[in-house]
């Protein structure tokens, strides 16, 4: 039985929010990671889990101390990540944006080695 709830897609706080909404007026770059994103947004709304969850072994301290009991990444083109987690009840699902970085920044971010 598929799952009926309602989804919504929540930045974690204000500074990610406004991070995001910076990316739409800047570079052609960050204009396409801001694409990116938008399109990421819309596939967690059809399904929350179309992520890879991540073990709370390898969960950085950074996100161990947001008090969460999940954390999921989204691959996106270019070697980008999403990184959220999912809270909710019997009606609805909030997906909430913790941050997104490129290739290096996520290998750093989880302490892995960079050739």
Known sequence: MPDE??????????KVEAAYLKL???TSEEQ???S?????FKELKKSNERG???????WPKEYA????????????????RLIYTLSGDKIEVMVIILEWFG???????FGYKVG
């Open 32 to 34: 396409r990671l801001h």
């Open 103 to 109: 290739h290096k920044e996520y290998a750093k971010r």
């Open 65 to 80: 101390r947001l008090g969460i009991d999940n954390l999921w990444k989204y691959d996106m083109d270019n070697g980008w």
């Open 52 to 58: 890879i969850k991540i073990p709370s072994k390898l």
């Open 5 to 14: 709830r309602i989804r919504k897609v929540v930045f974690l706080d204000k």
């Open 36 to 40: 990116q994103l938008e399109e990421a």
């Open 24 to 26: 739409a007026d800047a």
